[in-house]
């Protein structure tokens, strides 16, 4: 069965880091761009960041640079998301995807082959 599997969320103060894993299973994911989505209540889900297969390019949305960084361990078969300076805007369900891809690139749309369930990010004093 093709998986994605969250985690690493949960409750931290405004400031501070977490660091989210995806990892997956039931396929590898040498040839998938992975993206990072996220949806705050009421509000639509958004791009955050993406890593091309091979990690060369990555791509974040403008409210994010230079606070999060996005890597792949493909030998793990995990991507991960460094999330620093968190904000109470950051705050939503942090979904991760994977898309099938002959490129080295990746792009912040919401054609995703397969979807994680999510993990809950809450930041609040």
């Known amino acids: 069965q093709l998986q994605l599997v969250e985690s690493g969320g949960g409750l931290v103060q405004p400031g501070g880091s977490l660091r989210l894993s995806c990892a997956a299973s039931g396929f590898t994911l040498d040839y998938h761009a992975i993206g990072w989505f996220r949806q705050a209540p009421g509000k639509e889900r958004e791009g955050v960041s993406c890593?091309?297969?091979?990690?060369?390019?990555?791509n974040f949305v403008d409210s994010v640079k230079g606070r999060f960084t996005i890597s792949r361990d493909n030998a793990k078969n995990t991507v991960y998301l460094q999330m620093n300076s968190l904000k109470p805007e950051d705050g939503a369900v942090y979904y991760c995807?994977?898309?099938?891809?002959?490129?080295?690139?990746?792009?912040?749309?919401?054609?995703?082959?397969?979807w994680g369930p999510g993990t809950q990010v809450s930041v609040s004093s």
């Open positions: 890593i091309s297969m091979s990690g060369v390019t990555t």
């Open positions: 995807a994977a898309k099938r891809t002959i490129k080295d690139m990746c792009i912040l749309d919401p054609l995703y082959d397969y």
